[in-house]
Nanobody
Framework: QVQLVESGGGLVQAGGSLRLSCSVS????????MGWFRQAPGKEREFVAAITWSGGSIYYTNSVKGRFTISRDDAKNTVYLQMNSLKAEDTAVYYC??????????????WGQGTQVTVSS
């Protein structure tokens, strides 16, 4: 009964910012590596960022380094993605999931509904 609920997406101009949130329930949140993934129209879902236990280690895909920041609040069972300097190519549906330690792959087979991020030029 894992539940993943993403929020915070919207329409923003290039160069703008958004903060995404992922509320997690049904698991021992602090015991999992958590991450963000995204899927653009016509493309495969791709890894964006991950954060390990208590925020000890953080990983980003190259295209978002220096612009996005992942964080987690274990007391609130929530993962965040602060997105700055947004580009049109960031347009996608963004999803959260647990991440298998040592990989960039999702842990759970079920996904939430995601949140749409649209960046206009």
């Amino acid at each position: 009964q894992v539940q993943l609920v993403e929020s915070g997406g919207g329409l923003v101009q290039a160069g703008g910012s958004l903060r995404l949130s992922c509320s997690v329930s049904g698991l021992a949140f602090s015991s999992y590596v958590m991450g963000w993934f995204r899927q653009a129209p016509g493309k495969e879902r791709e890894f964006v960022a991950a954060i390990t236990w208590s925020g000890g280690s953080i990983y980003y895909t190259n295209s978002v380094k220096g612009r996005f920041t992942i964080s987690r609040d274990d007391a609130k069972n929530t993962v965040y993605l602060q997105m700055n300097s947004l580009k049109a190519e960031d347009t996608a549906v963004y999803y959260c999931n647990a991440v298998i330690p040592g990989t960039l792959k999702s842990h759970f087979g079920s996904w939430g509904q995601g949140t749409q991020v649209t960046v206009s030029s």
